[in-house]
Every structure is written in structure tokens, then in C-alpha cells.
């Protein structure tokens, strides 16, 4: 047993992309995201066999949005939460839909399976790049007056999205430092007996930075993949793995002959993204979080679809990263 469990086989940490809860298009009622995951959870079950003690992370993007338009639309009857308190809000609600779908799911496949949700900070600097220059969008689009005046009330920054007619709010993805409860994850990991799912860092974490009165809450996204990268890197996870709605990691994507990568050394990855083949906004952060995990413990992390999981893990589908 090479992860923290001890005695009961690896450790695996799955970072499950956001269309794994809310696809495009979608009406966002419990129900939709319940099946989305029962249909992930499907796939993910039989990792158990190989993995038994499992860390999922997922994202959270459909459901802070709404959070965050509810903000927008009730905020002459009710106070407005910062974007933290938004973050551990979705966190709480998912954790909820996925404990549903998990105990559906293992019901019908005759397995029981504990899942432990967790709300988890993820520890950002203050003095983070990111901070002087937002670039993530977030939430609800505005018409131009609206946003200008938030501008000027809030200090939050807007740009215009020409493709759908409105300004968004943008804010700081800074990178992550440290999972504040990656002690305690730690030592559950160890103590649980297999099989067993612990579900945490909804959404990157909520974002925190440390100060003399502990951990406060900062108005930014941080990325679940560079987050679940530092978990598997703490946690001496076996594999990492990012589910994701491409079946691999590609080269020229936006070209008339797209290349799928089967397998890459972590140096051969970060040469491609030197080179600009994996936009900041969607692959760029799998690939760097890829890296980090190879460079960190030696040890491969897969890139796949949900369909093609168990392919992939056994080289045959999607993308796998190894040190070389």
C-alpha cells in the first residue's frame, strides 16, 4: 500500500469536472444534477477495485452562478453573501446531491460504500499576481449601468462579453498554497477503514488567506485541478485523476486535425503549454496540475472522460502523464 490508508490498497484522487453535475443547457433542479452524478458515480465505482480508499473533488461553477444570481435578484430583501460564503454555500448543497446519488448508485450496483463530505478551505497568498489583474468570470451577466455602478460601489471588475450582450464580473484565480484541513484529511484518510469516499475541495476550496486572526475569506476562485494536484501530492495518492469532457489532452484543438496526446512525460507537457496549446480557461490547469502531481511523487495522473475511464487507466484511452 503505497497511500496513507494502510493495509487495504491505493488511494486515488478524482477531480470530476463540472459537466459530471450540470451539463450546458440544462435546468439546474436537484433531480438533473442527481442523475448527471449517478451516471459519473457509474463509472467511478469500479475504481474501488483497484483504489478502494477514494478523494473526490468536483467543481462548482452552474451552481455558484446561481448563487450568486440569487444575490443579484433578492438583494433589496436579503444581505448579499461574499463570494467565500457562495463557494462553501455550493459546497454544502453538492456535498448534499452527491450523498444522494452515491447511495443510489451503490444500491444498485450491491456495494455499500461510505461517502464523507467536507467543507475545505484552500489557503491563498494575499500578495497573489491575480489580485492586480481578475480574469476569471463569475455569476450572472449585467447590463452596462448596473455594472458600472457595482464597479463603483463594490470595486469589482467587469468585462464586456461581446457573444451575449452584458457585462460579467471577473475575479482573481490566485494559485494554491495549501488545503487548510489537509491535516485532518490526512489522518482520516489513514484511520478509515477501505473502501471509503471522502468528497472535498468543492469548487477549488474556499478561497482563504492566513492572517493574525487565523484564515479569512477572499473574494477569488481557485482551480479544483491545481487543488486536488496539492490533496493527491499530501494525501501520497497513487494516481491522480481529472474526468473531464474531452477524451484526452490534445494538441492544436482548435485546428482541422486536433491530436490526441495517449501518453506525455510531465517535461513534454510543460513544453506544450509553453507553447500555448492549452487555454488557461479549460486544459491549461489539468496539464499544470498533472505536472505538478508527476514532478512531486513520480507517479501518473490520467486526463479522461467519464465514458473511457477504465480505458484510460489502463493506457488505452485519454491521456497519461508520467514522469519519463
Request: glycine share 12%; aromatic share 6%.
Amino acid at each position: 500500500m503505497t497511500g496513507p490508508g494502510g493495509g487495504g490498497g491505493g488511494l486515488a484522487v478524482v477531480a470530476l469536472g463540472g459537466n459530471a453535475i450540470l451539463r450546458s443547457g440544462q435546468e439546474a433542479r436537484g433531480d438533473v444534477q442527481i442523475a448527471n452524478m449517478r451516471e459519473v458515480f457509474r463509472r467511478t465505482l469500479p475504481l474501488l477495485d483497484q483504489y478502494p480508499h477514494l478523494v473526490l473533488t468536483h467543481g462548482n461553477g452552474p451552481q455558484v452562478g446561481n448563487i450568486l444570481l440569487r444575490n443579484e435578484l433578492c438583494r433589496a430583501e436579503v444581505p448579499a453573501m461574499p463570494l467565500d460564503v457562495c463557494v462553501a454555500e455550493s459546497q454544502g448543497q453538492i456535498a448534499y446531491l452527491a450523498l444522494q446519488a452515491w447511495d443510489q448508485e451503490c444500491l444498485r450496483a450491491g456495494r455499500e460504500v461510505p461517502m464523507l463530505p467536507m467543507i475545505t478551505r484552500t489557503v491563498v497568498a494575499a500578495d497573489d499576481p491575480s489580485f492586480l489583474s481578475p480574469t476569471k468570470p463569475i455569476g450572472p451577466y449585467y447590463p452596462k449601468e448596473r455594472a458600472e455602478r457595482l464597479q463603483w460601489e463594490k470595486g469589482w471588475s467587469f468585462r464586456q462579453d461581446p457573444k451575449r450582450g452584458g457585462m460579467r464580473r471577473v475575479v482573481p484565480s490566485p494559485d494554491v498554497l495549501w488545503v487548510a484541513e489537509e491535516g485532518h484529511l490526512k489522518a482520516l484518510c489513514a484511520s478509515l477503514p477501505p473502501p471509503f469516499v471522502v468528497l472535498c475541495g468543492g469548487g477549488g476550496g474556499v478561497p482563504v488567506v492566513q492572517d493574525g486572526s487565523g484564515y479569512r475569506g477572499v473574494e477569488a476562485v481557485v482551480d479544483k485541478d491545481l487543488t486536488s494536484a496539492r490533496l493527491a501530492i499530501i494525501l501520497e495518492a497513487d494516481i491522480l485523476i481529472m474526468v473531464t469532457d474531452v477524451e484526452a489532452v490534445y494538441l492544436d484543438f482548435t485546428s482541422d486535425r486536433p491530436r490526441p496526446l495517449l501518453r506525455a512525460t510531465a517535461s513534454e507537457l510543460r513544453r506544450h503549454a509553453a507553447e500555448g496549446q492549452f487555454p488557461a480557461g479549460s486544459m491549461g490547469p489539468k496539464a499544470e496540475a498533472a505536472v505538478r502531481f508527476v514532478e512531486a511523487t513520480g507517479r501518473r495522473a490520467v486526463i479522461a472522460s467519464a465514458d473511457r475511464l477504465m480505458e484510460a487507466l489502463e493506457g488505452r484511452a485519454g491521456t497519461t502523464v508520467e514522469r519519463g
